[in-house]
């Protein structure tokens, strides 16, 4: 579903992603970790076309995202971390209009708004304009907005700050039916705990390089994710 082969990005002189390959299979989430400036979000801005690199090439469901960009924008969908959306519209227009970009039909998008915008409990609010909206309340709208055009390929960096206990159980339960149902998920995330519990598969990148990746019973054997990434940092 993802392959990234060889990427390296560098911002000026230094490179802040150094020669790293990864590949991602469906049905896998696949959790990423690293200490503050690691390359993480540099990775997943790169994956999900957003950021130009020097070398490698990166495939989303056989697509190059640097010779066919469109392709690739329709089978993924990029959760940031602080999600930038259009405060001046309302949370139904702005869900109306990323469906449009993405061609979802009417009956179809009217459905899959009512199930997400229930789950994520943020129905009422959608009338409201996004400025008005909480960091929690954007976050939702964001995943919400990701959501709605069936992704094959789901990039999200920290999904989880800034969500309350029952939002995070309810988007881990939608983590694992997406994978269940055939998709993939890459993610960034601090939580070890959450990483550790969550993901089939992790890869943890220091200074720009990978230094261990694979299921997770490969990467931490018998002791804890925090232990493993504890040692690696030293
Ligand atoms: P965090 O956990 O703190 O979010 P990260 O692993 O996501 O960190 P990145 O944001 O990818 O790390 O940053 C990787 C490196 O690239 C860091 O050294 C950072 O200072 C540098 N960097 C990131 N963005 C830029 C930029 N726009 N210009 C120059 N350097 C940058």
Redesign the pocket.
């Known amino acids: 579903m993802l392959v990234i082969e060889h990427l390296t990005k560098k911002?000026?002189d230094?490179k802040?992603v150094d020669d790293l390959s990864l590949h991602i299979l469906p049905g896998e989430i696949y959790g990423f970790i690293?200490?503050?400036?690691?390359?993480?979000?540099?990775?997943l801005k790169c994956i999900a076309g957003i950021l130009r690199f020097e070398e490698g090439s990166i495939l989303i469901d056989g697509h190059s995202i640097v010779n066919n960009p469109l392709e690739c924008k329709r089978k993924l969908a990029y959760i940031p971390?602080n999600p930038d959306l259009y405060d001046f519209m309302t949370g139904i227009k702005y869900l109306n209009f990323i469906a449009d970009i993405f061609k979802i039909p009417a009956l179809e998008r009217k459905e899959l708004i009512k199930k997400y915008g229930d789950l994520f409990e943020l129905t009422k609010d959608l009338a409201q304009p996004v400025a008005t909206y909480s960091h929690g309340m954007k976050q939702k709208l964001a995943i919400i907005s990701a959501l709605i055009h069936k992704p094959k390929l789901i990039i999200m960096d920290e999904p989880f700050v800034g969500l309350d206990p029952k939002v995070s159980h309810t988007m881990k339960k939608l983590m694992r039916e997406h994978c269940d149902n055939g998709g993939a998920i890459f993610f960034?995330t601090?939580v070890l705990e959450v990483a550790e519990k969550l993901c089939d598969k992790i890869a943890i990148?220091k200074n720009?390089k990978l230094v261990k990746a694979g299921t997770m019973e490969e990467v931490k054997g018998d002791e804890s994710l925090e232990s493993v990434f504890l040692e690696l940092e030293d």
Do not use: E, F, P, R
């Open positions: 911002y000026g230094k802040a690293g200490h503050n400036g690691a390359g993480k979000t540099t990775t971390d960034s601090h990148i720009g």
